[in-house]
């Protein structure tokens, strides 16, 4: 158990979600491109490592083949766990690159119904990859997080998916708050 409060005759819980869903599965402005030899990381893709020499060479071969808006790459720092970021970390021994992740011009222009792809907003999608990247290396880390509300020691409110267990606790109680305001009384689905 993260967190517990009470709130009135309500009982909130902030935990570690068992069985979260890998944020690679939601529909993501970017695509990963990740090789690493003893994890399965990133998305599914055609590249295959055996055919680069470098991390150059497979960032020419996306830029040739998916007409890239925007393109981060990805590094990966394993020690006690695995955390990925678009930048380098300083650990030459447990870091290295392991690919990158991108997305099409198309699909910038489609997400912001713009017809030019300019430096502003190359920039704001950049930052909308480096949070997919983000949420991504919390969901290895094991960092996603839901809340339960109980009354009388019975669950009577579920939800899951937080990346932040603030936000979670947050959502809790706001939760408990509609329910006193509301005056909602728990019945028995049948």
Known sequence: MIEVKE????????????????PREWDNLGKMVCFHKRYSLGDKHDYKPNDYESFEELKKDILKNEKVGVILPLYLYEHSGICISTSSFSCQWDSGQIGFIYTT????????????????????????????????TKYMEGEVYSFEVLKDDERIEYCGGYYDSDECMKEGVDTVNYMIKKNVVHQEIL
Do not use: A, C
């Open 105 to 136: 011009r198309e699909e910038i222009l489609k997400n912001f119904r713009g017809k030019i792809l300019t430096q502003k907003l190359k920039t704001s999608v950049e930052q909308m990859l480096e949070k997919e990247v983000e949420t991504y």
């Open 7 to 22: 709130i009135g005759e309500y009982t909130v819980k902030v935990d570690y979600e068992n069985y979260p869903e890998s």
